[in-house]
Every structure is written in C-alpha cells, then in structure tokens.
C-alpha cells in the first residue's frame, strides 16, 4: 500500500549454534521465522510477546544492526537490501532505535552535547558549529531536559532522564521510523508515563512512525494503532488495537490479555485468568505443526502435524489458528 512507510515480508532471521572439536554448526535458533506486517506513515505498531519470542530480534533486523537470513524489507518503497551505499547512507538516517536500557546504551566517556551531536556530525547535517550546538539544544528542550545539563556525562541523570537523552539522540538525524525496544520497560511506573507521554507529543509534532516492541499489554493498548502478538518466533495474531484487545482471536493473545492487570472493577469481574500448561518448545528444535500447539487448550491432532495458515478475520484482522480458518 502507498501509505505504508514499512513493510516486512518474510523476514527469517536463525542464528548458528556451534559446537563439535570443529566447531560446525549444528543447530540454529529460529529468532524470527516467516514474519510479515507493515506499519502506515505516522502510527503506531506495538509488537508484543513474551520473553525470547523474537521481538527484539526483528527490531534490530529492521535497522539493520543484525542481518537478516531471507525476506525483505521495504522502507518508504525502497527495499533496504537491495541499494546502492549512498542510499543506504540516507535510509540509515531515516531509521532510528531507542535501546531498552539508558544506562548501557550512552557512552560513558561523552557528555550529553556530543552524545546527541554524534548523528548530527556523522551526517553532516550542520557544517556551523555554533548551529550544531543549538541544535543539541533544542532537542534537550523538545525532550524534556535543560540545555545548561549538556556538558555533563550519562552517571549524573537518572534513569527517565539517560532514556530522554537516548530520544534525542534518535531525534538528532530527523528520522521518519523509530523503533522503541522496551524503552520504559527499565523504569519507574511515574517516570514511564512521562517517557510515553513524551513519546506520543513527539509524535504528533514530528508525524513519526514508530514500532513500540514491549511486554506490557496496558502500554501498547495507550500508544498504538495496531498491534502484532508473536509467539516462538512467529507473529500469530495482527490487527488494530481494538481489535486485539477487544476480541482476541488467538488462543495465545487470550492468555498474554488475561493476565494483564485489571484496573477498573468491572475489568476484574469480567476477567478471567488463562493458565497455559506445558512448556515453551526449543527454539532450535521448532514443531512442524502450531507451534502453539503444546500449550493450547483447542488444540487437535491436526494442529500439530500441519501449521496453520492465516485465517482473515476481515477488517485487517487476521490470525493464525486452525479454529478460525
């Protein structure tokens, strides 16, 4: 589609695990198998799962930072694996990443001025120096941090302050798409309603689109337009955050929804807690059927010999279950 700023098709990404006197590879970790979304210009897509599903894993393909084993992904119509360098020099820019942790992700050694002038030089996109130096300091103030606080280094702010500083430092280059790899997850409850109030006004000011990779269900349902579930790998449920939230199709996404916290009292008498048994299969050793299909309480012979396709719930809606299909 034209509005499509992103589009994944396919994207597989197995990491070799080695072993042996020779050290061969003799297995390989599914971390993102088969995945496909897009993302339109200026919204919002929350990729939620648990722990070890992939999630992170995708965001840093996207970017580039970790390659890819197949699929393509294609930004603002351009396929990223397929340009000339100069080009890829400019998509690079475009594309920006929010770490999960502030305090891993600044450079020690640099004071904020020259964390957040980083891009800006690399790029050059100020050949003035005193321009750069106001340009530092607008994004300090357009992220909630004083200008007279540039020369100091990352150990003097607190958590929700480094995070400010790691979106100024994705600000720095003007991008269009940022990925956000749990970037409140490390903090305080207050402090990550400000990051994402933050997050939303840059946002509407900037018309950004972002993919929000996070586990916390009641976050993703504030800042999203669409949501993507992944499971092993696999993204099994896609649809608008109404949708999602509002009639779950997957079995999976039942469970993650049910075990969020209910926050009015109507909420926690409507509720209901899915307990899923057994275990998470080896992300090495995948099952050829539903990969769901060990933990599932629908689940029939037929859905562990053969994976399911997707089933098209309309509206956008679809999910990959044998139930719906």
Request: charged content about 25%; overall charge neutral; proline content about 5%.
């Amino acid at each position: 589609m034209q509005n499509n700023l992103l589009e994944v098709k396919h994207l597989k990404k197995y990491f070799p695990v080695t072993g042996g006197f020779l050290n061969r590879t003799v297995a390989e970790v599914h971390a993102a198998d088969d995945v496909s979304f897009s993302i339109k210009k200026g919204e919002v897509l929350g990729l939620v799962g648990e722990s070890g599903c992939g999630k992170s894993t995708v965001g840093r393909v996207l970017l580039g930072l970790t390659p890819r084993t197949s699929g393509e992904i294609w930004f603002d119509g351009t396929e990223t694996g397929s340009v000339p360098k100069e080009r890829a020099r400019d998509l690079r820019r475009r594309m920006q990443m929010v770490f999960q942790d502030p305090f891993s992700s600044l450079d020690p050694r640099m004071n904020v001025s020259d964390i957040i002038a980083e891009g800006i030089l690399a790029y050059k996109l100020y050949e003035n120096k005193s321009e750069v130096g106001d340009r530092v300091a607008d994004l300090m103030q357009q992220c909630g941090l004083f200008p007279d606080q540039a020369y100091r280094y990352a150990h003097q702010f607190s958590g929700g302050q480094r995070q400010r500083i790691c979106i100024a430092r994705a600000l720095a280059t003007d991008p269009d798409f940022i990925v956000l790899d749990e970037a409140v997850s490390a903090l305080d409850v207050s402090i990550q309603a400000q990051i994402i109030n933050l997050l939303k006004d840059l946002q509407e000011a900037r018309g950004l689109t972002y993919l929000f990779i996070s586990h916390d269900l009641n976050i993703v349902r504030f800042i999203s337009d669409s949501v993507a579930v992944m499971y092993l790998g696999q993204i099994v449920e896609y649809g608008t955050k109404e949708q999602i939230f509002g009639a779950p199709a997957h079995p999976y996404t039942q469970a993650l929804l049910s075990a969020a916290p209910a926050f009015t009292p109507e909420e926690k008498r409507n509720k209901q807690r899915i307990i899923l048994t057994g275990d998470v299969p080896s992300p090495t050793d995948v099952p050829s059927g539903c990969r769901f299909a060990a933990r599932c309480p629908y689940a029939e012979e037929a859905c562990k010999a053969e994976a399911p396709a997707f089933a098209d719930l309309g509206d956008g809606h679809i999910c990959r279950c044998r139930k719906h299909l």
